[in-house]
């Protein structure tokens, strides 16, 4: 097991990678206070590992409320949000109960926000269980819920008491959900560590095949990215942590043109990566190559890497609320070169249109015929 730490003074908190870990609760027990426990996870994890998990919390002596959610970002929604508040007070539930995240960046998301807001907070523990939960999502203590208009448009900055990584649960990962755990890891490095681009170059294809020891090692690297930015400007004032952004302001577009779920959000930002890098390209940033170097790596992890054909109007709407965005200016992350991000706000709507519609997206010609988000 390897452990990193985030440090936030008295939010401080560790990280545990390795194998076999949601059944430990010697591990587990310094992190859950209170006589209750609420364990949250969704149809498609709880029969894979609520039941150790289930048992660690049980030889800790705790009262175990159980919430399974169905699966999918489209159910990252106030409703659900609904139902685990019920839970947790039909099972009376108090200030010092514990919340446990059990599942991918949405279970993450939803019950950090519970965890958040519940009795005006209340502490929790990250145990994701997908890649892109484990090198990205599961960190930093951003927890939100999606609006109709917009993705994880609300939320709190929440801190957990430490995340547990256990890394034997990506062996029964479907490719489409490992793939897109890999887009926040080419990202990491895109934003600060060109070197670490160049090892997950070298090491495709003991990536795609999953190998332990390597996955466990770029984990912990992405976890040791995030970890200090997040140190550095925990709740994202100082511009540091949104460069962490990198592909999301056009990835979240997408996302919410398309409707939640029908892309990934490692595939939106994959996507929104190489939009990114193809804009840095044309403002004369990075080179061409470069901008197709990003590319060819995202396709060699089975990530998509073209924008779906849909309205340059509708997206750019959609951008226009983007959360970093400052007296209605879009804010983007782009690339000065690889290995560093910095944030724009001088690319216009309009260019950002005629960027998009020679990037794939459809004309405004096109959008009276497609008039629905889904």
């Known amino acids: 097991m390897q452990t990193l730490d985030v440090a936030l003074g008295e939010r401080s908190y560790p990280i545990h990678i390795g194998a076999s870990l949601l059944g430990d609760s010697a591990l587990l027990a310094p992190f859950v206070g209170g006589r209750s426990v609420a364990i949250i996870s969704n149809e498609t994890v709880a029969p894979l590992y609520l039941p150790r998990v289930r048992e660690s919390v049980q030889a800790l002596g705790k009262q175990i409320v159980e919430v399974i959610l169905p699966d999918g970002e489209a159910w990252k929604s106030a409703q659900s949000l609904e139902r685990v508040y019920g839970a947790l007070l039909a099972a009376q539930c108090d200030r010092h109960s514990t919340l446990l995240a059990l599942g991918g960046g949405v279970i993450g998301d939803l019950a950090g926000f519970a965890a958040a807001t519940y009795q005006r907070g209340v502490a929790f523990v990250q145990m994701p269980t997908t890649l892109l939960a484990q090198v990205d999502s599961s960190v930093g203590g951003k927890t939100a819920i999606n609006h109709p208009l917009g993705k994880n ?16 649960t990506l062996t029964t990962l479907p490719p489409r959900e490992f793939a897109a755990g890999l887009a926040e890891i080419v990202k990491h490095a895109l934003i600060c560590d060109v070197a670490h681009l160049a090892e997950l170059e070298a090491a495709q294809s003991a990536v795609v095949a999953r190998d332990a020891a390597t996955l466990a090692r ?14 550095r400007d925990e709740r994202e004032t100082l511009g540091i942590r ?12 997408i996302e919410t043109e398309l409707g939640y779920g029908v892309m990934l959000h ?9 939009l990114a890098a193809e804009l840095s390209a044309e403002l004369g940033h990075i080179t061409a190559a470069e901008a197709e170097r990003v590319r060819r790596l995202l396709a060699a992890f089975g990530l998509p890497t073209t924008l779906p054909p849909r309205p340059a109007a509708r997206l750019i709407e959609h951008m226009q609320r983007d959360k970093k965005n400052a007296d209605g200016i879009i804010t983007l992350v782009l690339l000065k070169r690889l290995g560093e991000a910095y944030l724009e706000r001088s690319v216009t709507a309009a260019r950002l249109h005629d960027f998009l519609e020679r990037h794939g997206a459809r004309s405004d010609a096109a959008r009276h015929h497609d008039r629905s988000p889904t």
Not at 156 to 165: D, S
Not at 220 to 225: D, E, L, M
Not at 242 to 253: D, M, P, Q, R
Not at 266 to 274: F, H, I, P, S
């Open 218 to 231: 770029i984990i912990a690297h992405s976890c040791r990215i995030k970890a200090d930015v997040v140190r």
């Open 153 to 168: 448009m609300i939320g709190a900055f929440h801190q957990p008491r430490a995340v547990l990584a256990d890394t034997t």
């Open 266 to 274: 490692g595939e939106a930002v994959a996507v929104g990566c190489v």
């Open 242 to 253: 949104a460069l962490l952004n990198l592909g999301h302001t056009f990835g979240h577009a």
